[in-house]
């Protein structure tokens, strides 16, 4: 059956469940036909190919047969995508620019997809080149001495993507390489090139490298990475030894550090052919269509709550409460329906119901578990909780005139005027919840409205009873009290 937090989030999980396939090393192995030889490779007419020419021609490929380009990308259809298709087919460096967030990072990590599936390296390469075209000097040596015989080997895309998160201590050796001291202790002199350890962007070599918060590299480390963006090959303390890499350098950036602070030189801007500006999901649909496919749930957590959620969201990132120049991220939503969907676990191990599904009462757990993950403005302190509660407030009554606009509850406010009132809370199952109203043919219409059927389990029917209520209590048509963990909805 697998994870049923995966259930409804194929594609999220398919690009976790990769990620956990690499980081524990777990490599797919090369089909047995591939040429073994640069022999058997040259006669079977592989040719060097730059990394950016199979890029632009893979995506080409894709674009012209109507094939999914970008899995797992929301909402960027008509805004950022095509801007990054420019840019690669033109075979262009670029930065992405973005608050935090905005899926950046996830953006360039579907790069890779665009590379071939297995490409040919000679075996035992430090950098990874391609066997009829060696740059190391101890490659070009072996190519010479073995000649046909040049031993092949085969790697995957996935090998060939490499990702650096730009920290202030990082240094030039870890770039772009240095005087490796093991290998001058074997003996060899410090003249000799084979004595150099290289760095991350060498070892990318015919790959792509992507640096996460390029703002952060110290100047002087900036200035490395001149030579690989413009004149495509390195220098290393002063060695004679110039490599024509082949690499795509691609970065993120935050825009108020990128063009306002003068924290990137000026050289490196220029040697970026694309600037591409990322935002947040411009919409409800998009915002809660990221919130389904990267959440985990460990419960169900219906459309109508997602959708809240969602709105919840684009209520704080207009909020003049919140300092926007932090930005609310994506992840914030995230975090939000992964947190109702715990409350309505635990409350169904309270209850000792059989099934976790979330209800409208489940939101407020969202105010105090998250209001660590926002910046508020000065003055705003110890208001946190308030605010969020009215924006989320604000959020759901907006969802419900969506959902049911037109829809006439008097029927539902009669019933709980004369008497039936309904109690909610973490210790109230949804079965108690709904034995405290009787059969009313507005319930069915506010379930229809809400995706649920009659058929369904209580805990999604009483969910629909629930929004209805809470709607009617924010539009002051019901009285709610709360005392203890539970709440009372009344005339």
């Excluded at 194929?10 to 047995?32: D, F, K, Q, Y």
């Excluded at 079965?431 to 069915?444: F, I, Q």
């Amino acid at each position: 059956m697998g994870n049923a937090s995966c259930l409804g989030n194929w594609h999220g999980c398919a690009s976790r469940r990769a990620a956990e396939l690499r980081s524990v090393g777990v490599v797919t192995i090369a089909p047995a036909q591939l040429p073994r030889t640069v022999g058997a490779l040259r006669a079977a007419g592989y040719a060097p190919k730059s990394v950016k020419a199979e890029i632009a021609d893979n995506l080409l490929s894709r674009l012209r047969a109507g094939d999914q380009v970008w899995p797992g990308i929301v909402g960027f259809d008509d805004t950022v995508l095509p801007q990054l298709e420019r840019a690669l087919l033109a075979r262009h460096d670029l930065v992405l620019l973005g608050e935090r967030g905005q899926g950046k990072t996830r953006l360039l990590r579907t790069l890779a997809g665009l590379l071939d599936e297995w490409t040919p390296v000679i075996d035992g390469s430090e950098l990874g080149e391609h066997p009829l075209a060696p740059i190391a000097p101890e490659s070009v040596r072996r190519a010479r001495e073995l000649g046909d015989e040049l031993p092949v080997n085969w790697r995957h895309r996935e090998e060939r993507y490499t990702e650096k998160l730009a920290t202030p201590d990082t240094s030039v050796g870890d770039l772009i390489g240095d005087v490796d001291p093991v290998k001058v202790a074997e003996g060899r002199s410090l003249g000799d090139p084979e004595t150099i350890h290289f760095g991350l962007v060498p070892r990318a070599h015919r790959g792509i490298v992507a640096i996460n918060e390029l703002p952060d590299l110290a100047e002087r480390i900036q200035v490395a990475l001149l030579n690989v963006m413009e004149e495509r090959d390195i220098q290393v303390r002063g060695y004679p030894l110039r490599l024509p890499l082949d690499v795509l350098l691609v970065a993120t950036a935050n825009p108020e550090d990128y063009t306002n602070r003068g924290r990137i030189i000026t050289p490196l801007k220029d040697r970026f052919g694309a600037e591409i500006q990322t935002h947040y999901p411009l919409d409800v649909a998009a915002e809660a269509a990221l919130v389904r496919q990267e959440a985990e749930l460990v419960a169900e957590v219906g459309t109508p709550l997602v959708e809240v959620l969602a709105r919840f969201v684009r209520e704080l990132r207009e909020a003049p409460v919140i300092d926007q120049r932090s930005g609310v991220s994506a992840r914030f939503a995230v975090a939000a329906a992964e947190t109702v969907a715990a409350a309505a676990l635990r409350r169904s191990a309270l209850t000792g119901e059989t099934e976790a599904v979330a209800r409208p009462i489940d939101l407020e757990s969202v105010p105090e578990a998250l209001r660590g993950k926002l910046e508020f403005e000065s003055g705003e302190q110890g208001r946190e909780q308030e605010h969020l509660g009215y924006f989320l407030r604000r959020a759901f009554a907006e969802t419900a005139r969506d959902k049911l606009a037109g829809l006439d509850l008097r029927p539902l406010i009669e019933v709980v005027a004369d008497g039936n009132l309904v109690a909610t809370g973490e210790r109230v199952a949804a079965g108690e919840l709904l034995r405290a109203l009787p059969e009313l043919p507005v319930l069915h219409e506010v379930a229809a409205r809400l995706g649920v059927n009659s058929s369904d389990p209580d805990g999604r029917i009483a969910a629909a009873v629930e929004f209805a209520l809470e709607s009617l209590y924010l539009r002051r048509k019901l009285a709610k009290d709360t005392e203890g963990g539970t709440s009372v909805y009344g005339p």
